[in-house]
């Protein structure tokens, strides 16, 4: 069910899209990642999987992406709309228990909201991918805050992640009391697989789903 999502008057509003699980316990707030909006196949699938495992999602575009423009807002623009759109999901079904994250740059910001206590009653984090540092410059500068997140975070990486360098992200999370791993073998940051590991991408988005609502469950 589409919706519009009220930021604040300087920035406007965003639109918004529930998919809702009949049975759901618990919801996840799902950002998409900064190259593609919150219609992307990968985003459109991902809600009706986790769906289907009874875990509602709300997802929502960032405003840049609204307009068509290819380049992120500032942080304060991705960490408002975050807000608007927690604030959102939480008062409308507050029955549910509220995760959040997302694909990408949208987990990333969202960990960042929860790093500055901005995601009230947050029951833990999801990352479909966190972005480490960018392609071929590996680092962990982007992982800095992430020690002052108290909740559950729940990491699905892939093997072949150019954004996410194995072994410096299993340091990380390794690191960090709160954090689960779950390695996805040869996908890389869109979770996309070659043809010679025997398996599709159907199968690759069906253990993110399956991984996801599991441990959301728990």
């Keep these: 069910m589409p919706l519009q999502i009220a930021i604040s008057e300087s920035i406007g509003s965003v639109s918004g899209q529930w998919t809702e699980a009949p049975e759901a316990r618990h919801g996840l707030l799902l950002a998409h990642g900064a190259g593609a909006g919150m219609h992307h196949v990968f985003m459109d699938q991902l809600a009706e999987l986790l769906a289907q495992r009874n875990v509602t999602t709300l997802r929502y ?5 609204e307009k068509g423009s290819r ?14 759109a927690w604030t959102l999901a939480t008062t409308s079904q507050p029955q549910l228990r509220w995760f959040a994250g997302g694909k990408s740059m949208g987990g990333r910001i969202s960990s960042a909201c929860a790093a500055e206590g901005h995601l009230p009653d947050l029951a833990g984090l999801v990352f479909f991918g966190f972005p480490l540092h960018p392609a071929g410059k590996p680092g962990t500068e982007r992982a800095a805050h992430l ?6 975070m729940l990491y699905l990486q892939g093997t072949r992640d150019r954004l996410a360098e194995l072994s410096l992200i299993t340091t990380v999370t390794g690191a960090l009391p709160t954090a689960t791993m779950h390695v996805v073998d040869g996908a890389d940051h869109g979770f996309k ?6 398996r599709t991408e159907q199968d690759v ?8 609502a599991s441990w959301i469950a728990q």
């Design 61 to 65: 575009q960032f405003p840049y992406m």
């Design 71 to 84: 380049r992120p807002d500032y942080p304060n623009v991705l960490k408002a709309t975050i807000r608007a």
């Design 147 to 152: 020690d002052q997140v108290s909740v559950p």
């Design 193 to 198: 697989v070659l043809k010679r590991s025997g």
């Design 205 to 212: 988005m069906i253990e993110l789903a399956d991984t996801a």
